[in-house]
């Protein structure tokens, strides 16, 4: 059975730090990209970081950029988000998903959410100021 499973979630004070976990099972974890994306209330779901399991290579949104960071176990089957010097503007649910490395590379891959067709079921993350 294919599972995401994603975790870490919680309320934290602006400018602290978060590490979400996504732990993966039924497909083969290291042919996949594995993409973060959050939907804030209100807002549209969008993809703010991606690796690619293959070679390693890591993408960020700006919104992101230099705060956040994407690493990868192959030993756990297991993607992290760390996520420091946290905004209340950070504040939403976070996803993982995983797709089959359709794409060129993993900046193009997270950007075509359709085509992830693995999802976790979600972590919250509030951050208050």
């Known amino acids: 059975e294919v599972q995401l499973q994603t975790s870490g979630g919680g309320l934290v004070q602006a400018g602290g730090s978060l590490k979400l976990s996504c732990a993966a099972s039924?497909?083969?974890?290291?042919?996949?990209?594995i993409g973060w994306f959050r939907q804030a209330p209100g807002k549209e779901r969008e993809g703010i970081s991606g690796i690619r399991n293959r070679d390693g290579s890591t993408w960020y949104a700006d919104s992101v950029k230099g705060r956040f960071t994407i690493s990868s176990d192959s030993a756990k089957n297991t993607v992290y988000l760390q996520m420091n010097s946290l905004d209340p503007e950070d504040t939403a649910v976070y996803y993982c998903?995983?797709?089959?490395?359709?794409?060129?590379?993993?900046?193009?891959?997270?950007?075509?959410?359709?085509?992830?067709?693995?999802w976790g079921q979600g972590t919250l993350v509030t951050v208050s100021s």
């Open positions: 998903a995983a797709d089959n490395g359709w794409a060129s590379t993993i900046a193009q891959a997270v950007g075509v959410m359709s085509a992830f067709g693995r």
């Open positions: 039924g497909f083969p974890f290291d042919d996949y990209d």
